[in-house]
């Protein structure tokens, strides 16, 4: 009773005691009861907050891009009606249960969709260039992008709050900080793609560009060009999308047309891209390893490691590491500086062949802002 009394004060009677225990009891039992409805509050308060900033981010972007095509369309109700039911646009992936064959059904479906897209463009601005219509291309898919995360995010809350789950909530509000990050890197990526500004996937692009520039070149594929340049008496195919405008080409076809031409008398390929970075990896960072180093839903993969692997032709692959943020907006000057590391690797790799080797260099990534 003395310690008691000691801890809530001397002239505290044995009633203010038990009040005040029952007090933290009575709180207890109350959190125990409905604490999880008090964190439902919370997580529905922050994905609310969340869900308006990524509806707002969804309407400027689609606004936007509007605006970017009026001005060479001419602006109009129903061009802006159609460019927002564009934007559920989808492609479904060929059934991959049975493999065989896979690759050439993906790479159909892969080249109608990018059809149908310039179809519509076209069909929105009959008068656009080429450079516009890639540009459109790309703008369209940003908008597309941020309209997919905000119904994704929007149709998880509804049904958590329509099932009462905490879980479909807690689990929402747990990976919203990162899909805020990359919602704001996409909206961000709006600013490169309208200005054509070099972005960081265009490291490979920068390189080969760096490694030919003044020098002739030919349209080998479609948006893919080829050059040859002559380096201590070792040649040097070097590939890379047709630039300034936003494209990255058909590197994998542009390199299997090579071989075959050549009849698969090419003795390296060294490839360069941009690479997703760790957390902790600084940015603009080099690795070397082998393999194809290119991000690329299959296709054009495929078609270089078949090649590489028929006529046993080793595959280089050199990286610049990226976060995604760095990867779809403005070129940063650490990525930058880092083309002339690549291109010194790519001199000690070519030294290690003798005289009279001829490599494939393939600067792999979107080429906009970056000619030849």
Do not use: C
Not at 172 to 195: G, H, K, Q, V, W
Not at 289 to 311: N, R
Not at 329 to 347: C, L, P, Q, S, Y
């Amino acid at each position: 009773m003395i310690v008691i009394q000691q801890i809530v004060g001397q002239d505290t009677g044995f009633s203010s005691v038990l009040q005040y225990i029952l007090s933290i009891m009575l709180f207890l039992f109350i959190w125990i009861l409905f604490g999880n409805r008090f964190q439902m509050i919370i997580w529905i308060w922050n994905i609310k907050k969340a869900l308006r900033v990524l509806t707002d981010m969804s309407t400027k972007a689609t606004n936007q891009v509007i605006e970017k095509i009026s001005k060479v369309a001419g602006s109009n109700f129903e061009l802006s009606s159609r460019v927002k039911t564009f934007l559920d646009f989808f492609t479904i992936y060929p059934v991959d249960l049975d493999p065989s064959g896979i690759i050439y059904k993906l790479e159909h479906l892969l080249n109608t969709e990018r059809k149908r897209i310039r179809e519509f463009i076209l069909s929105l601005a009959p008068t656009a260039s080429k450079q516009d219509i890639d540009n459109f291309e790309n703008l369209l898919a940003i908008a597309q992008v941020l309209n997919i995360i905000y119904k994704y995010v929007r149709h998880n809350f509804i049904l958590g709050e329509k099932t009462k789950s905490p879980y479909i909530l807690m689990q929402l509000e747990m990976i919203i900080p990162l899909i805020m990050r990359y919602a704001r890197a996409y909206y961000d990526a709006l600013t490169s793609f309208i200005n054509l500004q070099p972005i960081g996937d265009g490291i490979g692009a920068l390189v080969a560009a760096k490694l030919i520039y003044g020098q002739k070149y030919e349209r080998i594929v479609e948006d893919t060009i080829a050059a040859e340049i002559f380096f201590e008496g070792r040649k040097l195919i070097v590939i890379k999308a047709e630039g300034p405008s936003g494209v990255v080409g058909k590197p994998g076809e542009a390199i299997s047309k090579i071989i075959e031409i050549r009849n698969g008398n090419i003795d390296g390929i060294v490839m360069i891209d941009a690479a997703m970075k760790l957390e902790g990896e600084e940015v603009g960072s080099v690795a070397e390893g082998v393999g194809a180093a290119i991000g690329d839903p299959g296709p054009e993969k495929y078609k270089i490691e078949e090649e590489a692997t028929k006529h046993k032709i080793p595959l280089y692959a050199l990286v610049v590491k990226e976060s995604l943020e760095d990867a779809i907006t403005v070129m940063k000057k650490e990525i930058f500086d880092a083309a002339d590391k690549i291109i010194e690797k790519i001199r000690a790799i070519v030294m290690n062949y003798p005289k009279g080797a001829t490599l494939i260099i393939a600067g792999i990534g979107n080429t906009m802002g970056i000619g030849q």
